[in-house]
């Protein structure tokens, strides 16, 4: 019996042990799924030596920049965007990084695609915003990275006007903010300010309708959540686990 997993911090909310248990029962595989919730990245090598059977794992939130010291060998493009959302477990035991946010992100954001112009804001600095940033750059976007702290990098919210949001119209929430079950919660931007033009992309997909969402909707936006995402980059996942 094979075995894959999840490392993360509070997982209550996460489909990917639903997503992969499914898969396997419809595959009639006898594999199985995993949450490892934990405090500290590093109880990562605790878990490879208790569950010895484990050929591959998903990173997600907060330790996809923390793992990468961890690993033996780290994908090319992982290494570009700077963040490890998927470890492959090698015959020898080596743990191999790679990041398959970036082509979840892309298959998921063609739906919503074409816009107005090529402009938006990405809210958040994690290892998720990082995926997102890299598919930008290579759809030659031009892009704002909004956060809470000020930086050479970033805006912060208190700094977004009527003027940036009406000139950049995808809006991009990589925090967890929203995510269940916290769903009252939402980044805190102008609202007031979103038009028909914007799209709302959330890479939160638990609630399916975030508060972002919801307010973006009742602007008249195009939205989408990150469930899409999720899947697409599920399945990335797996092949890389398989090959």
């Known amino acids: 019996m094979t075995k894959y997993g999840l490392i993360g911090r509070n997982l209550g909310y996460s489909f990917s042990k639903t997503f992969f248990t499914a898969k396997f029962e419809q595959e009639k595989r006898k594999d199985t799924y995993h949450n490892f919730d934990i405090e500290d990245i590093n109880m990562l090598s605790q878990i490879l030596k208790e569950q010895k059977d484990i050929k591959g794992l998903n990173i997600t939130n907060p330790y996809k920049v923390t793992v990468m010291p961890l690993l033996d060998r780290i994908d090319k493009e ?25 082509y979840g992100f892309a298959r998921s954001l063609a739906d919503v695609l074409p816009l107005e112009e090529k402009t938006a804001l990405i809210l958040g600095t994690g290892g998720a915003s990082k995926a997102v940033g890299y598919v930008l750059d290579a759809m030659d976007f031009e892009y704002l990275i909004i956060s809470r702290d000020k930086s050479e990098e970033t805006l912060t919210y208190d700094e977004l006007t009527r003027e940036i ?17 916290n769903i009252e919660e939402c980044p805190d931007i102008p609202y007031q300010h979103i038009t028909e033009k914007h799209v709302c992309f959330d890479l939160v997909y638990n609630p399916r309708e975030t508060e972002f969402i919801k307010r973006g909707f009742a602007k008249g936006a195009r939205v989408s959540n990150g469930l899409k995402m999720l899947e697409y980059q599920a399945i990335k996942a797996w092949n890389i686990w398989k090959s």
């Open 165 to 181: 949001m009406e000139k950049h119209f995808l809006i991009v929430n990589c925090t967890p903010l929203g995510t269940f079950p």
């Open 78 to 102: 992982a290494q570009k965007i700077g963040a490890v959302n998927t470890v492959k477990v090698l015959k020898d035991g080596r743990l191999a990084g790679y990041n398959t946010d970036h």
